[in-house]
């Protein structure tokens, strides 16, 4: 009787206020993809060693003290999820780890790496259509050769928009993946392994859509072939024991 190989763990931050709504969702789309979802926030237990790949997920803004932006009177800011989320995504790419950046999760893998925001994204891109819903309605260009161009194509992608911030500055390793018209960034990819992708949207909420749903599948994965890798190089050491 062949053995169903487990699934690989992924641990999801979410969001103190917000992250009872979003996680689920995030959680689903993970379980469809083939991963097994773990839930993280400020405050709670993190274990890097016990997941095999991480989402960086959406809500709260990210703090100006972090790239050397301005104080906005309207933003959301986290402070003690700023520092949990950074840890996690260098922590990650020192272990090797496959990380998935959805929207304010793109936004750290970008300062994360040294990267920098724009505050107020559609005040700088004002050709960029503005339009705030979790309907696939606003248009993006993926840039061919990238990694997010193998697993999507590079046809027009439909997507949802809820975000008033994006990347300015790429940190480093980092290249765009996609644009709006506008041509604000819209998706950011590591250009070395490990795997690491940043879409500004919310993919968890297009589970319906097949490209929306690859990116899940390919972090699910990428953290796969990370697991058996390290089952692997175990056996080499075991053996050498």
């Not at 980092?174 to 819209?186: E, F, I, K, S, Y």
């Not at 072939?225 to 056996?235: C, I, N, S």
Request: charged share 25%; proline share 5%; net charge positive.
């Amino acid at each position: 009787m062949t053995r169903t190989a487990p699934r690989p763990v992924i641990g999801v931050t979410v969001s103190r206020r917000s992250g009872w709504r979003i996680y689920p969702l995030i959680a689903l789309n993970l379980w469809l993809a083939g991963g097994c979802p773990r839930r993280w926030q400020a405050g709670r237990e993190t274990e890097m060693g016990a997941v095999d790949g991480v989402i960086i997920g959406g809500g709260d803004d990210i703090s100006p003290d972090l790239y050397g932006g301005r104080i906005v009177t309207s933003a959301r800011l986290d402070p003690a999820r700023d520092a949990l989320e950074r840890g996690v995504v260098l922590d990650a790419f020192a272990r090797g780890m496959p990380v998935l950046g959805i929207c304010r999760g793109s936004q750290m893998l970008n300062i994360a790496l040294g990267g920098t925001l724009h505050q107020d994204a559609y005040a700088t891109y004002e050709a960029s259509d503005h339009r705030r819903t979790i309907l696939p309605r606003k248009e993006v260009n993926i840039v061919p050769g990238t990694r997010l161009a193998r697993l999507a194509g590079t046809e027009p992608m439909k997507i949802n928009a809820l975000h008033s911030q994006a990347v300015d500055v790429l940190g480093d390793g980092l290249r765009v993946a996609a644009r709006d018209r506008g041509g604000m960034v819209q998706a950011i990819e590591r250009v070395e392994e490990p795997f690491a992708l940043g879409v500004q949207w919310h993919p968890e909420h297009l589970f319906y859509a097949r490209r929306q749903m690859g990116i899940f599948r390919a972090l699910v994965a990428a953290a796969r072939a990370r697991r058996a890798k390290a089952a692997q190089l175990a056996g080499v050491d075991a053996e050498a024991d």
